[in-house]
């Protein structure tokens, strides 16, 4: 990926967690390398396909005027939101702010804060299997659209598929999108179960019925395990209501674990597995 860096911008601002800091101000210095496809805009000499630099450093010194935080923690990982969402060639954001005149007691150059944001691919599996099931899918897709920390890029067919796991109830509709978010994993699930709850999801019943439910499959080839969340999902290989969708949108994206296509788990559970899609 191409970058764009700007360094070391001064910026008078207000940042600070004590209250000298907040009424008086400090000069704060920001660097950032901006990952970017510069191509089109080299080839063809025009602005419009690039991401302007000054542009950029305005939008930095303004926000970081017009804003006080507490923490250079703090400031930093705004900073580097309001540039992923402001400027939307942008991919991933590196973005150090120093404090050279912090209130430290001894002798020292600057303390800085550097992180990395971006946006991340993520597949996201999509079920209901009460009420209106196609209103309760829709409603999903319609409220990630609406998250400004999401952008829906890909949609699979709903599927009419029957249950998994043993509980006696209705027929689900399965289906699959992918997004690109700013959200971390964590932060990604909590995002999700918050539409749930809007769709009158209850979780009363493992593997239950259910309004709403909404899995991340995949996050950015990411491989982690927690109390709350498992990527890639658990047990995702062995289900065709899942695999089937999210073939349709991305029949290769490799599975971070087992190092095969999604197209090729989907063959492998169609030729010997349980299966659950019904043919229309």
Not at 72 to 79: F, P, Q, S
Not at 167 to 182: K, P, R
Request: glycine share 6%.
């Amino acid at each position: 990926m191409d970058q764009i860096i700007v360094e070391d911008l001064r910026v008078y601002a207000y940042h600070g967690v004590y209250r000298q800091e907040n009424e008086e101000g400090q000069n704060f210095y920001v660097s950032v390398i901006l990952d970017t496809d510069t191509r089109a805009a080299g080839l063809s000499d025009d602005l419009e396909l690039s991401t302007n630099y000054g542009e950029v450093c305005r939008f930095l010194y303004t926000f970081l005027r017009e804003h006080t935080y507490r923490l250079i923690e703090t400031a930093a990982e705004r900073c580097a939101e309001a540039l992923l969402l402001q400027f939307p060639l942008v991919r991933q954001v590196t973005l150090e702010l120093k404090k050279p005149e912090a209130p430290i007691r001894i002798p020292f150059g600057s303390v800085s804060v550097r992180i990395m944001r971006g946006w991340r691919r993520a597949y996201i599996a999509c079920g209901s299997n009460m009420g209106d099931r196609m209103a309760h899918l829709d409603a999903a897709v319609h409220a990630l659209r609406q998250d400004q920390k999401c952008r829906v890029l890909r949609v699979s067919d709903w599927m009419e598929t029957t249950p998994y796991g043993g509980v006696e109830q209705d027929n689900f509709l399965n289906g699959a999108l992918s997004v690109e978010t700013l959200y971390a994993p964590e932060e990604l699930l909590e995002a999700l179960q918050e539409i749930e709850k809007r769709e009158y999801r209850e979780r009363r019943v493992h593997w239950g019925p259910r309004t709403l439910d909404l899995d991340i499959l995949l996050y950015e080839g990411r491989v982690m395990d927690t109390e709350r969340l498992m990527i890639p999902h658990r047990d995702m290989q062995n289900r065709d209501f899942v695999l089937k969708p999210l073939a349709q949108i991305a029949p290769y994206e490799i599975h971070p674990v087992l190092g095969k296509a999604v197209v090729v788990l989907l063959e492998e559970v169609e030729t010997g597995k349980e299966k659950h899609v019904l043919l229309n």
